[in-house]
């Protein structure tokens, strides 16, 4: 009897003390949630006040705009009063930061406007080119032939005055598009361009097989010799040709090599101007890539006197073939204009060799590009979920044999 009394009152004490110990968790869970919720409610009052809005300092764009009345806009029914809106509203002062002002503060070089160094151009009115054009529809329509060979589809169109009439539009522009591509007036006349009016005709053979366009490769063996240039050219006029590489020089990145030069051109009579400095074909060094080869056609006012740009013949020094194109325009800028534009890419190939040795007479450099080691993780002593060629890469030995698995 006293046995189950003391059984009892042990299991009486068990559950009253489990009571005690529940009461105690859930006061102190209850007490974590109050604290907890004012944290959060702290927290989201001082999130609300950083958060806070602020007034912009002046008009968002677009303010007036009625978004609910779009109808009640002004149309602008032609291009041009839309770019001269568009103008305005770029030369307009905003109070927030454009992404240009970001970009000139941080460089503000970026995006200066450039000088045009170049010939100026003349353009005709455009009420005269529509009435030109519009001549020319009425002449074909009244062409009988024109329009038997159309319908018969024998009609060949003449790619000359093609040509020719691109050279006169919109050629110029296109031309000094790609040049800024290509990096030529970057590196040649540092904040500085020209419309390229006069048309070069540049041909490395006599079939015209070679030809120098805009960025069009050529092998140096094919420009190992001087090309046949030609241009349209007034009577009595004086012209100046360059050829030069921005990206050959060994020792300065900022120089260039000249490898042609000639002064006082008479016409078009290239084989006839004072040669400055002998033609060098091109020597891309191995390993280098491609490198741009420009020509560049200057328009003299007068006879210039050249005697302090003129090489020894034949020059086959280096050293005294740098050169800088922007130092040798500043220096005869109040004589002669750029006018002309030309440029091809080429890559080394087995007659840089020859022009190395035999031309230049010193050694060829090379230039490789040496890999790292391939990178392999610590070797593992049990390299679970790895496949069975995992240990061929710890292997002793340069060469790894691979199974077929």
């Not at 009435?131 to 018969?152: F, G, M, P, S, Y």
């Not at 070797?379 to 069975?388: A, E, G, N, S």
Request: aromatic share 12%; charged share 25%; with cysteine.
């Amino acid at each position: 009897m006293a046995r189950t009394t003391d059984v009892t009152a042990t299991a009486a004490c068990r559950r009253r003390g489990s009571k005690m110990a529940l009461r105690m968790v859930c006061s102190s869970a209850l007490r974590a949630g109050t604290d907890l919720a004012v944290n959060n409610v702290r927290t989201f009052r001082n999130s609300a006040r950083v958060c806070r809005w602020t007034p912009p300092l002046g008009p968002m764009p677009n303010d007036e705009v009625e978004s609910e009345n779009l109808e009640s806009l002004e149309k602008y029914r032609s291009y041009t009063r839309y770019l001269k809106k568009a103008e305005e509203e770029n030369n307009t002062s905003v109070w927030w930061k454009t992404y240009r002002k970001h970009v000139e503060d941080r460089d503000p070089e970026h995006g200066a406007e450039r000088v045009n160094i170049g010939l100026p151009r003349y353009r005709t009115s455009r009420i005269a080119e529509v009435r030109e054009r519009r001549q020319i529809v009425k002449d074909n329509k009244k062409n009988i032939a024109l329009e038997q060979a159309t319908r018969l589809r024998t009609f060949k169109i003449p790619l000359d005055r093609v040509q020719e009439g691109w050279e006169r539009s919109s050629g110029p522009f296109q031309i000094q598009r790609l040049a800024d591509h290509y990096g030529v007036f970057r590196d040649l006349f540092p904040k500085a361009f020209f419309l390229p009016h006069v048309s070069l005709g540049i041909s490395y053979s006599q079939e015209n097989s070679h030809r120098v366009h805009y960025g069009n490769c050529l092998t140096p063996t094919n420009a190992s010799l001087a090309p046949q240039v030609g241009f349209e050219a007034e009577e009595g006029s004086l012209w100046t040709l360059l050829l030069t590489c921005p990206d050959e020089h060994l020792l300065d990145n900022e120089a260039e090599y000249v490898h042609w030069l000639v002064g006082n051109i008479p016409g078009d009579q290239v084989q006839l101007g004072q040669e400055l400095c002998g033609y060098l074909p091109p020597f891309p060094a191995k390993g280098t890539g491609f490198h741009r080869y420009v020509f560049v056609l200057f328009q003299q006012q007068g006879l210039v006197d050249f005697s302090e740009d003129a090489r020894t013949s034949p020059c086959h020094s280096l050293t005294d073939r740098t050169f800088k194109t922007v130092d040798f325009y500043r220096k005869h800028q109040d004589s002669m204009t750029p006018a002309g534009l030309g440029f091809f890419q080429s890559q080394w190939d087995e007659s840089v060799t020859n022009t190395f040795h035999n031309t230049l007479d010193m050694k060829e450099p090379v230039f490789e590009f040496v890999r790292p080691p391939v990178y392999h993780p610590p070797q593992v002593k049990f390299p679970h979920r790895q496949p069975l060629r995992y240990l061929d890469r710890y292997r002793e030995g340069k060469e790894h044999t691979y199974g077929i698995y």
